[in-house]
């Protein structure tokens, strides 16, 4: 406990906190949110990474910060600790910085697919394999409901989806995917497709019974944004199905994919959900052959009743 105390016993530490308790940011983003040097930044995250208040996670060559889980002590005064820090010097500054950092992920992520629309398919599949995993997905989604797809990309789920569905919107935040996803479809009149993100859905709340979420969570600059924002569209009781990358160390999926996040932890993805108030959470790992990255494919449901 008195580890805890020393460490967060620092206006900069103070502020550290705050800013990773939105989300996970790199050293060199925390520079930026904050406008202090590395070494100092660094500093300072290790302080609070040996108490636990923090964790890192390491993905390929990049370190991600965030707020940790096993110092219990923190854990218990977190919640309060966050209402308090909303009143720290120079907050809304901070804040503003976080969403800086968000657009400018968000930003490269789009120019990149509005740049290799037209070439993305075989992009993705030469550079990045992984085993076929469409038949389960789509095994899972309930016959006849109104169904989301995010990040529908070039379409090419969207005629299976409409084949099993009352109705399918398709969302994408990039105009030229959009394009080819409208020249995949055709005609097909239960599909309707709408320019969006991923953390501002152009869906009323409530208003579908299932979303497919496939392999566009680890481009998300925000996956739980993404989570929570799910859980808004969703009807009670309604479906969320997700296929993403398990955990690899392929940077080139960052450097040649504009990958957020090189695929995500089996129980990463279960805490995030169990936070956006879903549950009866059900994840199984595919493997490929040799070269594949596994697929994680995950079933969730919307809580019946709002969170507390």
């Known amino acids: ?45 290790k302080i609070l990474t040996d108490a636990g208040v923090l964790d890192v996670k390491r993905q390929g060559t990049w370190s991600y910060y965030r707020v940790g889980e096993a110092n219990s002590f923190f854990s218990d005064i977190h919640p309060a600790l966050k209402r308090e820090m909303e009143s720290l010097p120079g ?18 992520s789009q120019e990149f ?49 409409a084949a099993v569905a009352s109705r399918v919107i398709g969302v994408d935040h ?3 995917m959009l394009e080819e996803a409208r020249h995949r479809v055709g005609g097909l009149e239960e599909v309707e497709l709408r320019l969006g993100e991923m953390t501002h859905l152009p869906v009323a709340d409530g208003g579908v019974r299932c979303v497919v979420a496939n392999m566009v969570l680890h481009h998300a600059a ?33 450097e040649q994919l504009a990958d957020q996040w090189l695929g995500f932890e089996e129980n990463e993805l279960a ?3 169990a936070a956006a108030g879903f549950d009866r959470v059900e994840c199984q790992s595919i493997a490929g052959d040799s070269g594949h990255v596994p697929v994680l494919l995950v079933k969730a449901t919307k809580l019946a009743m709002n969170r507390s």
């Open 113 to 161: 697919f509005d740049q290799h629309a037209r070439q993305w398919d075989d992009l993705a599949r030469t550079l990045l394999p992984v085993p076929e995993y469409r038949e389960r997905l789509l095994a899972k989604v309930p016959a006849a409901a109104d169904v989301l797809e995010i990040g529908v990309g070039t379409g090419g789920l969207l005629p299976r989806l």
């Open 91 to 108: 907050r809304a500054d901070d804040t503003a910085a976080v969403a800086r950092v968000l657009e400018e992920r968000r930003r490269r």
């Open 174 to 176: 990039s105009p030229a």
């Open 271 to 273: 805490n995030w959900l």
């Open 1 to 45: 406990m008195l580890e805890t105390i020393k460490a967060l016993a620092d206006p900069c530490r103070l502020r550290l906190v705050a800013v990773l308790s939105i989300g996970e940011f790199t050293v060199q983003e925390l520079t930026r949110i904050l406008g202090m040097g590395q070494s100092r930044i660094s500093r300072h995250l």
């Open 222 to 254: 925000d996956p739980v944004a993404v989570l929570n924002e799910i859980h808004r569209v969703l009807a009670v009781d309604g479906t969320l199905l997700i296929a993403d990358l398990a955990r690899h160390e392929r940077e080139l999926a960052r």
